[in-house]
């Protein structure tokens, strides 16, 4: 089984940088994508951002330039972080980190970022 943990998520006025942790545990094969997605109220789940095992990133285009994405891979213990910077009050969400490989994926519990105006 895979567990993802999040962490870091929280209020921060519009303008502001907030920086997401997620690790990863379990049987988890070598070759596979971390990322975010994100959830508003009253809308469907939405990328966010993505980096494969072989650092290649995806971002939604309107965090591009915004947010960073990297991550960390071992034998022990698979990270990855968003780094938010330049917040907007439409950045407000439910942050969920995602593993996956080709006929699986993997859901943290999700962590809430507000930002006020």
């Known amino acids: 089984q895979v567990q993802l943990v999040e962490s870091g998520g929280g209020l921060v006025q519009a303008g502001g940088s907030l920086r997401l942790s997620c690790a990863a545990s379990?049987?988890?094969?070598?070759?596979?994508?971390m990322g975010w997605y994100r959830q508003a109220p009253g809308k469907q789940r939405a990328l966010v951002a993505t980096i494969t095992s072989k650092g290649t990133p995806n971002y939604a285009d309107s965090v591009k330039g915004r947010f960073t994405i990297s991550s960390s891979r071992d034998n022990a213990k698979n990270m990855v972080y968003l780094q938010m910077n330049s917040l907007k009050p439409e950045d407000t969400a439910v942050y969920y980190c995602?593993?996956?490989?080709?006929?699986?994926?993997?859901w943290g519990q999700g962590t809430q970022v507000t930002v006020s105006s």
């Open positions: 379990g049987s988890i094969l070598s070759l596979n994508t």
């Open positions: 995602t593993l996956q490989w080709p006929g699986d994926a993997y």
